[in-house]
């Protein structure tokens, strides 16, 4: 065996429903598409059909050896209108969810990632001071149509990356530039977390449920100094640091809120989290506030720099300060031709095989390529290779390699001959 997993590493996979599921136009990216603003004209109305093919998907990652699912639902879909609930779509999630667990595979629900109903980005979304009554409403809904057959909770993705592209660098919809308007975010995406994270529990415990598990998918970078000896180049990486993820991070665990998140009313010191989870893709090298690459460094082909130690260096420390297992909730890698995915995949499997950091599980982004946002179908970050013409999945290299590294419970002398020695990173 070249690299053997540890014992008790769970490798699975992670998807987002407006990213997979094609069909709903009631959310505020299958408007932003049909404003003309998706980079290459597509539009998540198609997506991967995953709405209508999940039964294909789910036979895929069983075949595959897949056991854990990080999978999301569309918020827009169960409730299209404020306080009108829509039985259909609940249905639907249901029987996805049955689905999985025939199959064996533990599902995680991400509650909200990125997209908001239409009614809800129309009254301010997140800037709302109505929007932590919205969410709540919203999630108990979920806990009592799906809280007996999922124990495993993502309350939000991303709150950092959400609340920055769509209201500070005006990159996503409602494609804002203002600092305020990110404060009252920041502030309301906190409480709605603690908010959730508390219901949650309260819900399944007072059904008898023991086996809970909430927290949220942070998406952390690593900051470096683009010349380590310009002081500038120094203080902006701290600074950057903190004020992308580092505040945002501890208010939402601990509820202790410092600038740039200010404290929402409702929101008391606790612990909020019962995993670390880390959303991982990239190391940034900055020479002001916000981001940057370094020139010589290996590069996917979104230009983010592939760096996997990364991933050890941030967990580290917030295993360190928040003492929890760690969920890898995403880490994956834009290759669109499937040329160096493989060897990603290895190196930083080696990483987490080597610390004694305890990730316990890693979901791979993403189980098929899908609607990457703003960028559109373009990107591909899957191990399964969607036409989204005919809708045909085909398991890529790097899916072929997956699904051995968990049937060997590790990469084989042989898998690491086939898959990994031919790939090379560019720079
Ligand atoms: C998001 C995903 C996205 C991925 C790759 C993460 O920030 O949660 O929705 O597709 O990165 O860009």
Known sequence: MRLKLKDDLLL???????????????????RFAAEGKIRDGTSPLRAND????????????????????RFGIEWSRIEPERGCFNEEALAHYREEITYMLEKGIRPMMTIHHFTNPLWFEDMGA??????????????????????????????INEPNVYATQSLFFGEWPPEKRSLSSLLKAFSNLTACHIAAY????????????????????????????KDPRNLWHRTAAF?????????ITDAMMTGRCRLPVMRHKSVKKGRYYDFIGINYYA?????????????????????????????????????AKYKAPVYVTENGTCDNSDAFRSRFLYDQL???????????RYYHWSFTDNFEWREGETPR???????????????????????????????????????????KYHK
């Open 198 to 225: 508390n219901y949650i529990h309260k819900a399944r415990r007072e059904k008898g449920y023991t086996d809970t598990a909430v927290g949220f998918a942070d998406h952390l970078r690593v900051f470096v100094p």
């Open 350 to 360: 080696e990483q987490i095989c080597n610390t004694d950091n305890p990730i316990t």
């Open 50 to 69: 995953h709405y209508n093919r999940f039964c294909e998907d789910i036979d895929l990652m069983a075949e595959m050896g897949i056991t854990i699912y």
């Open 381 to 423: 970050f899957g191990l399964v290779h969607i036409d989204y013409d005919t809708q045909a999945r085909t398991v890529k290299d790097s899916g072929k390699l997956y699904a051995s590294i968990i049937r060997h419970r590790g990469v084989t002398q042989e898998a690491y001959d086939t898959y990994v020695v031919p790939q």
């Open 126 to 155: 997140f800037e709302s001071k109505e929007s932590v009554d919205c969410y709540m409403a919203f999630v108990k809904k979920v806990i009592e149509a799906f809280g007996d057959l999922v124990a495993d909770y993502i309350t």
């Open 239 to 247: 600074l950057t640091d903190w004020l992308f993820q580092g505040a």
């Open 283 to 319: 190391r940034s090298s900055v020479s002001g506030i916000g981001d940057g690459v370094a020139e010589d460094a290996f590069k996917n082909d979104l230009g983010w720099e592939l760096y996997p130690q990364g991933l050890i260096e941030l967990s580290d420390k917030l295993y």
């Open 12 to 30: 699975g996979v992670a998807s987002s429903a407006t990213q997979i599921e094609g069909g709903d136009e009631n959310n505020n990216w299958a």
